[in-house]
Antibody, heavy 116, light 107 residues
Framework: QVQLVQSGAEVKKPGASVKVSCQASGYTFTTYAISWVRQAPGQGPEWMGWISAYNGNTDYAPKFQGRVTMTTDTSTNTAYLELRSLRSDDTAVYYC?????????WGQGTLVTVSS | DIQMTQSPSSLSASVGDRVTITCRASQSINNYLNWYLQKPGKAPKLLIYSASSLQSGVPSRFSASGSGTDFTLTINSLQPEDFATYYCQQSYITPRTFGPGTRVDIK
């Protein structure tokens, strides 16, 4: 069965960077894109961007352009999200999701807390 | 960006009720509209894609319709496990955008 397993919770100081991983299994990794979606406490989901696992092409939401990098490692079927210059309002649960238009399978989420 | 709105923002219903949630896009998105259910502390779960197609494994009491800018999600005979927050999302263009959500709780 399709599974996306994410790395564990992180606590970061303002101005730092965080890198979250998402390991996929149960399907051919390069067939689909991976989207990253975050959800701040008490808020709705927010789409951050996606990466093609086939060729590494990316499409970032304008809000995150310049601060985010999405990559994949096809040898380990893993996608990565790096977010830089963290601020307190980046505190959120970060999800990866398999993207075939809709996001049909999701990781369990990674809580990133930004606090001084 | 395409703005998505939902109504109502919350509703109270009883087991067995029929519930309808609406979603509106700020411009036409054809049928590139998805519906998700989310329970507290869990990831969103895809229910409906392409406005009206039921995701594999989702019970048939869920149905949806619409095209262009106006969409609806209907839950027939609400079950205890359906009490959750529902989000619509457009996948017509990036950035993909979500609606603000509709919380369905127990009356």
């Amino acid at each position: 069965q399709v599974q996306l397993v994410q790395s564990g919770a992180e606590v970061k100081k303002p101005g730092a960077s965080v890198k979250v991983s998402c390991q996929a299994s149960g399907y051919t990794f390069t067939t689909y894109a991976i989207s990253w979606v975050r959800q701040a406490p008490g808020q709705g989901p927010e789409w951050m961007g996606w990466i093609s696992a086939y060729n590494g092409n990316t499409d970032y939401a304008p809000k995150f352009q310049g601060r985010v990098t999405m990559t994949t490692d096809t040898s380990t079927n893993t996608a990565y999200l790096e977010l830089r210059s963290l601020r307190s309002d980046d505190t959120a649960v970060y999800y990866c999701a398999r993207d075939r238009g809709p996001q049909d399978h999701w990781g369990q989420g990674t809580l990133v807390t930004v606090s001084s | 960006d395409i703005q998505m709105t939902q109504s109502p923002s919350s509703l109270s219903a009883s087991v067995g009720d029929r519930v309808t949630i609406t979603c509106r896009a700020s411009q036409s998105i054809n049928n590139y509209l998805n519906w998700y259910l989310q329970k507290p502390g869990k990831a969103p779960k895809l229910l409906i894609y392409s406005a009206s197609s039921l995701q594999s494994g989702v019970p048939s009491r869920f149905s949806a319709s619409g095209s262009g800018t106006d969409f609806t999600l209907t839950i027939n005979s609400l079950q205890p496990e359906d009490f959750a927050t529902y989000y619509c999302q457009q996948s017509y263009i990036t950035p993909r955008t979500f609606g603000p959500g509709t919380r369905v709780d127990i009356k």
